[in-house]
Structure formats: C-alpha cells, structure tokens
C-alpha cells in the first residue's frame, strides 16, 4: 500500500524555527513535494526534492532521505502568515501521469 | 503565471441530483487531476487524464466519472449526488516541463443536502 504520514498538528512562536517531518512508504519514488494550503485557499507549491539532501529557497528549506522514506520542511523566522496547513506529497512513479499520493498535511499555528 | 479556474466557488445540491464541476487551465499541460479534500483525510485522488480524451481512475472514482474533450478543460461529474459526496473539490493541472508541480483551482465547496 502507499501511506504517507505526517504529525496532525504543530504549534511554534513568531521568530522561531520550526520542522515539520514527513514518513512515506510508497511503492516506488520519484519526487518529494511540499505545499502550502491556507484556510479556505488552493494549495501552492513549496518545494520539490528528488535527491538526497537539502533544497534552500529563502527562509523555507526541504531535505529528503530517500533511504530512510523521510522529509521535513524547516521554516525559519516564523511569521504570523505562516500559520496554515503543510502538505507532503510523493509521486511513486516516473512518466507522464505526474499522480501524486498525499499526506494528511500538518496544521500550523504560529502564536505571537 | 499559470492559471486553473473552477466554474464555482459554492455549490448546494439535492441527494440525487446530476452535478457537474467544470475546470480550465489556461498553460496548455497535459495532466489534469481531480481531488476531494476532507478534515483528517486529506486529498484524495478521483481521477486523472494526461490527454485528451483519456482517464484514469484516482483512489476513489467511486460516484463520479470525468470528461476531457478539450486539452484546457477537465470536468468531474456526480451522476447522482449523495451526502457523503460533500466535500472540497480541488483540480490541478501539471506538465513534463515543469516537474509535474501541480497547480491547484481555488476549489469548489459542494454541499449535497
């Protein structure tokens, strides 16, 4: 089966770090994504890791861990619009489907 | 800045009831994709077609079925509308030169009375 986990929920202060894991156990692998869903919004794209190691885009970070099926997503110097929800996604198969399986997603809340 | 617009933001249908969601994506991509959203489930996959014409069944097609006769636009339709198809609606749309980054509609909230 394909199963991708995530915690429910995180709670973090304004200005601070925080990371947000994600498991994944799909029968194949060929991409690891993240977005970023606000309440009542469209999901939009964060990130895109397909190898191993650390993806930087400003005060948003992504690693990935093929071996051991784990990602996080590190958000630095928090800001109150970060509150929203953080979505894991991995497209188990290469081709052009682009199917992506997602995690349950990660409910944020940053707090002054 | 690639656009996918879904036909309603809100919708109130009777059990029973033939519904159609429509979708457009104005960057020529191949793929699109139709998913439901609900609290704790997160999104699940009903269907997809990466061409005209052509679909695939998602994790839960269930109730539904799709039609694609225009590369730009992907409908999904409930034949027969029941509660338990109240949810979020969310289309995406991706292509081979952009990763398949999936870029999502604003949704369509469907309440089925």
């Known amino acids: 089966g394909q199963n991708i986990d995530q915690p429910t929920e995180m709670t973090a202060t304004e200005g601070a770090i925080v990371q947000i894991n994600c498991t994944y156990q799909?029968?194949?692998?060929?991409?690891l994504f993240w977005y970023q869903q606000h309440a009542g919004e469209a999901p939009t794209f964060l990130s895109y890791?397909?190898?191993?190691g650390l993806e930087e885009k400003g005060r948003f970070s992504s690693f990935l861990s093929r071996s051991k099926g784990y990602s996080y997503l590190l958000l630095k110097e928090l800001q109150m619009k970060d509150s929203a929800s953080y979505l894991c996604?991995?497209?188990?198969?290469?081709?052009?489907?682009?199917?992506?399986?997602f995690g349950q997603g990660t409910t944020l809340q940053v707090k002054p | 800045d690639v656009k996918v617009t879904q036909s309603s933001r809100y919708l109130v249908k009777r059990t029973g009831e033939k519904v159609f969601l429509e979708c457009v994506q104005d960057?020529?991509?191949?793929?699109m994709f139709w998913y439901r959203q609900d609290p704790g489930l997160g999104l699940r996959l009903i269907y997809f077609?990466?061409?005209?014409?052509?679909?695939e069944k998602g994790d839960i097609p269930e109730g539904y079925s799709v039609s694609r006769e225009k590369k730009e636009r992907f409908s999904l339709i409930l034949e027969s509308a029941s509660t338990n198809q109240t949810s979020m609606y969310l289309c995406?749309?991706?292509?081979?030169?952009?990763?398949?980054?999936?870029?999502f509609g604003s949704g369509t909230q469907l309440s089925v009375l």
């Open positions: 995406a749309s991706s292509s081979l030169t952009t990763n398949e980054k999936l870029f």
């Open positions: 799909t029968s194949g692998f060929n991409g």
């Open positions: 890791n397909v190898l191993d």
């Open positions: 996604a991995v497209r188990p198969h290469s081709g052009n489907t682009g199917k992506l399986i």
């Open positions: 960057m020529d991509h191949e793929n």
């Open positions: 077609s990466y061409d005209v014409k052509m679909k």
